[in-house]
């Protein structure tokens, strides 16, 4: 008997495990790719018409989603008004994050937003007492250190250090970590209680349309043709492969990358998923290296390695704690 019911468990067990890994890679790829398309168009189009474009698009792939939710009447009383101050954090966040990649090389940007979990240990030690049991601990404050240490070196030494394009470029990296870490904390204290799909969908709702208004208004306007002196529709004057590109990275950072955290984090849990996001610094600078010939130095490469140990130290720790007594996850949106 024990057998009959042991199987069928570990078969789910087993599927589970293989469909997290396989969209946690997924997720990964897709994150990592952002950076390079960021700074790929940086110098076909302006910071403020690249938001706008694309996640402008990717509200609109949402969009049917909730509209589908609200003809079955089944829309979450009080979703939009929760909304509203994670949307406005994630939509500075995401202006900060867009004009870095102006100013410095996608490896140091995400590097630079590795910070972010500093800030959402500040932030959980202030909001929620519950999560002093984990950041208490002297692993998580180790890896807290290390993280720090790790981060400021990949910082410090980096080509153009003390120029002002270099210095602007990291205050706006280590900004939109500190406002990703604010946005996820207010997604915690806001949205508990709606399904976490939902959820993203109403702020991607919000975020796209701020992003959108923005292009509007500080867009570089076209020059000639059809569209001639309408803010935001430089992207249109790209050739067509170019824009569907710009389309394509809104949809797989946007539209797809949240879809696929989040099943990731139901089938891995959040530690091993975060865990395995890690990865990205380092897979954006090996690219970036390759396709821009913008490369780390050694003792980049070195402070990045010990930035990363530092934050997979607090993610472990989180996790052990958490076995041991129930605290809030750390944010997935």
């Excluded at 806001?190 to 867009?219: D, K, S």
């Amino acid at each position: 008997m024990s057998n009959s019911r042991s199987g069928p468990s570990a078969e789910r067990a087993s599927q589970s495990m293989v469909k997290g890994g396989i969209t946690v890679v997924m997720t990964l790829l897709g994150w990592s790719s952002i950076p390079l398309f960021l700074f790929h168009f940086a110098s076909k189009i302006d910071p403020w018409t690249s938001n706008g474009w694309r996640y402008g698009f990717s509200a609109l792939l949402w969009l049917p989603l909730l509209l589908a939710i609200l003809v079955r009447g089944r829309m979450p009383r009080g979703l939009w008004v929760a909304a509203l101050v994670p949307s406005l954090l994630n939509a500075v966040g995401q202006v900060a994050f867009t004009w870095a990649h102006y100013r410095i090389d996608p490896g140091l940007v995400t590097f630079g937003l590795r910070s972010q979990l500093i800030f959402v240990a500040i932030g959980a030690w202030i909001l929620f007492p519950r999560e002093r049991a984990v950041i208490r601990t002297r692993g998580y404050l180790a890896g807290l250190v290390l993280l720090l240490c790790g981060t400021s070196a990949v910082l410090m030494y980096g080509e153009g250090f003390g120029a002002r394009a270099y210095v602007e470029g990291v205050i706006m990296a280590v900004g939109s970590g500190l406002l990703f870490a604010c946005y996820g904390l207010s997604v915690r204290r806001f949205m508990e209680g709606y399904h976490p799909v939902v959820a993203f969908a109403a702020i991607c709702q919000y975020t796209g349309l701020a992003m959108v208004l923005l292009m509007f208004v500080f867009g570089d306007a076209a020059a000639d043709g059809a569209f001639a002196g309408l803010r935001g529709m430089t992207a249109l004057t790209m050739t067509a492969e170019q824009f569907l590109y710009l389309l394509l990275s809104g949809v797989i950072g946007i539209a797809l990358g949240h879809v696929f955290y989040y099943i990731a984090i139901a089938n891995l849990g959040v530690a091993v998923a975060a865990g395995v996001l890690q990865l990205q610094p380092f897979i954006v600078a090996v690219f970036s290296g390759f396709l821009f010939g913008q490369a780390l130095s050694p003792i980049q490469w070195v402070g990045g390695l010990i930035a990363v140990t530092g934050a997979l130290l607090m993610l472990d720790m989180q996790r052990r704690v958490s076995q041991r007594a129930p605290v809030l996850a750390p944010s997935d949106a």
